[in-house]
């Protein structure tokens, strides 16, 4: 089989950018001697380590060592291609998942008026077919689809979330009502035959955002986001739903979880780094808005341990995880904390013309992730985030700007109507205290962030002490205690500014560099994890970039950088071109793949397309 490199030829670079990473401190703590780690796989001998940099307001750090073996990088490749509704691609292709026994690809398709999931053969790749453009990027296809389903024949909604138990051969479909308040459907479909056919829905709860099958296909476990009507008159409560399987026969109900019983909790969460950001104690458009706890939580992303015992939940707004013991359906949540930017550095500014990276005391960040995935190390459970990060922002119909006053609005667009919350301001529009003073608080330094309103002013004086920021430019490792084990840092940034220069804190849908910084950055946002040989690494989706980072993450202790690679046009001002918007993926095996080596399948919102990548050890 041919097949085409990936755009461009990192190995060198990738060696040099991890070099620089691990020579010193992505903190600016005191330098100390690093324990002697275990023996790599042997690799091609690498070049001696440079002399480590200064810390930051610490102490010289150490001589770097000579080089050992060195990592194994990876042979990336693009191998296929589609593009789902090109005449209208945004939101073709987003969720994907990938039945091993026929080798066929699952997108859910939201670019049209109905519901559907397209089916795409991925049973051969023929990949002279993937020609390049004068930008070196691939537009060309080689996939298309052979089947679709047409969802709304047997279930109303939107269709959200897509899952396949390869055990028993099902597709779960998580069908959101176009209603706010009214209880969504997981549907059902037998995928054993030669196409799928229906079997049932069970009804969910309010918004099923995301569904998933436990490894063993008993249980499946779906996270019910519940949010709010533009005017917050309706806001459901966030919920958990489990559908159990027996025998391949799916229950007739589920089991729902809810967070009632945290109502009274919202100030131990907060402290444990939970975050509630709602307009309790407004009236708008004529009601008097009181928000629980229950109704704030809005599960995100669900995440099922190996041994099918635990499934943990992300709650991105709010900052914090969800674990469910499958054995009694008890719940626990755990706050997330807050990232400290004080010895990192970013670009927080869209404004200032250039790369401007530069440390931030008082400035944190809220993970907020949007997918997870887990994995076994020693025994114990460790959970992995994208810290995408996100805020709330809600507007409602009125007749005019006079209108929108009236019924308590905070503001008026012509677009978007009467705003009736939103938690995001930039920090040049906050007093901030005096700790502050360092900045000017304006284009050139952190004025162009946008943070929120909800923390930050400690004694309630008008002036902020502390700013947070929403998502933490990273990805994280968690234990199941929900304590940090490994943060990406800085390095997602550092990494693609050096590789893209000004091109880096792209957009999705434009080419203008820097558009980014002042919000969430690259945005990692789709998650995947997959073995390659007896090395576990995690592919992590920048939204913004259109790029995925590799990380060897085989021991959590010692995650290791390996790589970094996308399908995209960059020229500026040049129409968007290539792979936009990473926001599902899905990891196959060698065994279960077409080529007998690992598939790192992807779907891009933006552009409507699903990649798939060939991604294996270099000889």
């Known amino acids: 089989m041919r097949s085409l490199q990936h755009s461009l030829k990192y190995s060198l670079l990738s060696l040099s950018i991890i070099s620089a990473l691990v020579g010193c401190s992505l903190s600016g703590d005191d330098g100390q001697p690093g324990a002697q780690g275990t023996a790599g796989a042997q690799g091609e001998q690498g070049v001696a380590g440079d002399k480590g940099e200064d810390g930051q307001d610490g102490l010289n750090g150490e001589n770097g060592q000579d080089g050992k073996d060195a990592n194994r990088l990876l042979d990336i490749q693009l191998v296929g291609r589609a593009v789902l509704n090109p005449q209208s691609p945004e939101g073709a292709a987003e969720i994907v998942a990938y039945q091993t026994s026929k080798k066929w690809i699952y997108a859910i ?45 047997h279930t109303p909604g939107d269709a959200n979330s897509i899952a396949i138990d390869n055990n028993n051969q099902l597709l779960a479909v998580a069908m959101a009502s176009k209603t706010t308040g009214i209880a969504g459907h997981i549907a059902f479909y037998d995928i054993s035959g030669d196409g799928p056919v229906f079997l049932k829905n069970v009804q969910a709860g309010a918004l099923p955002d995301m569904v998933t099958f436990s490894p063993d296909g008993t249980k499946v476990v779906v996270a019910n986001e519940g949010e709010p009507t533009g005017d917050y008159s309706i806001d459901p409560e966030g919920s958990i739903s489990i559908i159990d399987v027996t025998n391949g026969a799916v229950a007739d109900t589920a089991t729902h979880i809810d967070f009632t019983a945290f109502n009274d909790k919202q100030a131990e969460l907060e402290a444990q780094g939970m975050v509630f950001a709602n307009p309790t104690g407004r009236t708008i458009n004529g009601k008097l808005i009181n928000t629980t706890v229950a109704m704030d939580l809005e599960p995100e992303y669900v995440t099922i341990t190996k041994d099918n015992r635990y499934a943990y939940v992300s709650i991105q707004e709010n900052n914090g995880m969800a674990v469910v013991d499958l054995n009694d359906n008890s719940v626990k949540l755990l706050g997330l904390g807050f990232k400290d930017w004080s010895n990192l550095t970013m670009d927080a500014s869209d404004k200032d013309g250039k790369i401007n990276f530069r440390a931030y005391p008082g400035l944190y960040g809220m993970y907020q992730p949007d997918t997870i995935s887990n994995f076994t190390w020693k ?212 065994e279960q793949s077409a080529t007998g080596k690992p598939l790192l399948i992807i779907g891009n919102e933006i552009s409507g397309s699903i990649a798939v990548w060939q991604v294996d050890l270099k000889d």
């Open 109 to 153: 398709n939201s670019s049209g008026d109905s519901a559907v999931v397209e089916i795409l053969p991925a049973t051969s790749f023929d990949t002279v077919a993937l020609a390049k453009n004068n930008e070196s990027v691939v537009t060309t296809t080689n996939l298309s689809s052979a089947m679709t389903i047409l969802l709304n024949e």
């Open 379 to 590: 025994g114990a459970n460790f959970i992995v985030s994208a810290n995408e990060g996100d805020g709330r922002e809600y507007f409602f119909d009125v007749n005019n700007e006079a209108d929108c006053a009236a019924k308590g609005g905070l503001d008026y667009d012509e677009d978007d109507g009467c705003l009736a919350y939103i938690d995001e301001s930039r920090a040049k529009d906050l007093t901030l205290a005096s700790n502050f003073s360092y900045l000017n608080n304006d284009n050139d330094d952190i004025g162009r962030l946008k943070v929120t309103t909800v923390k930050g002013d400690v004694d309630n004086d008008g002036q902020y002490e502390q700013l947070y920021t929403y998502g933490a430019r990273s990805f994280t490792i968690w234990d199941s205690n929900g304590l940090v084990v490994f943060d990406s840092g800085d390095q997602i940034e550092r990494i693609t500014a050096a590789i893209h220069g000004d091109a880096f804190n792209n957009d999705e849908d434009a080419n203008e560099g820097d558009t980014r910084s002042d919000a969430k950055g690259p945005e990692p946002e789709a998650l995947a994890l997959g073995n390659i040989g007896e090395r576990l690494f995690a592919f992590v989706g920048l939204e913004r970039m259109g790029g995925v980072m590799v990380y060897d993450i085989t021991n959590p202790y010692d995650v290791k950088f390996t790589d970094y690679f996308y399908n995209r046009g960059l020229v500026e001002d040049a129409d968007i071109s290539g792979d936009l918007a990473p926001e599902g993926m899905t990891f196959v095996s060698a």
